[in-house]
């Protein structure tokens, strides 16, 4: 597998946990009154599910969600950031969790718009649960299929001999086509 395939796989994984812990949340009296599963079910249908088939289609598309965000962390973590997996995912679902706040608030999305500080808490803490996942997950399978090898700061690396005197000590990330 490869570095998308592994981030989705994760991803997914950790939303179906992130979305078992907000289910179980909301279904408890006075915890919770805003489900994941809202979140997608108000982007994509215009209001929240009204009956089983827009449930299970709200749930799908946000557990799809939660795989492309993976993925995205995926090559952010490979590419670009250290290789501390799970603190960085854990602060890239929160840092998420806020932009996605950010445009609930700034659009004034019905439904999403005024969430009780019970269902604030049990959000970010679903979403620390996905990001912990998601790093676990993620280091692990990195590690064991040595994707760090040709990727990070070892990524496909050219020398550009115009630049510096000492070829050895210059390497850059970006592939030949994107040579200044």
Do not use: C
């Amino acid at each position: 597998m490869g570095p998308t395939t592994n981030g989705f796989i994760t991803g997914v994984i950790g939303g179906v946990i992130m979305n078992a812990i907000n289910l179980a949340a909301y279904y408890i009296p006075n915890i919770t009154n805003i489900r994941f599963l809202d979140w997608a079910s108000i982007i994509i249908l215009g209001s929240t599910p009204n009956n089983s088939a827009e449930f299970f289609y709200a749930l799908f598309i946000q557990l799809m969600w939660s795989g492309l965000m993976g993925v995205i962390f995926n090559y952010l973590i490979l590419y670009v950031l250290s290789r501390d997996y799970i603190l960085n995912a854990m602060l890239y679902s929160f840092f998420m969790s806020f932009i996605f706040r950010g445009f609930v608030l700034a659009y004034k999305v019905p439904f999403l718009y005024a969430p009780s500080l019970s269902t604030s808490i049990t959000n970010i803490s679903s979403v620390f649960m996905w990001g912990l996942v998601l790093g676990l997950l993620l280091k692990r399978l990195n590690n064991k299929e040595n994707l760090h090898e040709g990727m990070g700061d070892q990524s496909e690396v050219y020398e550009k001999p115009d630049m510096v005197p000492d070829k050895s000590k210059f390497r850059i990330r970006f592939s030949e086509k994107n040579r200044i």
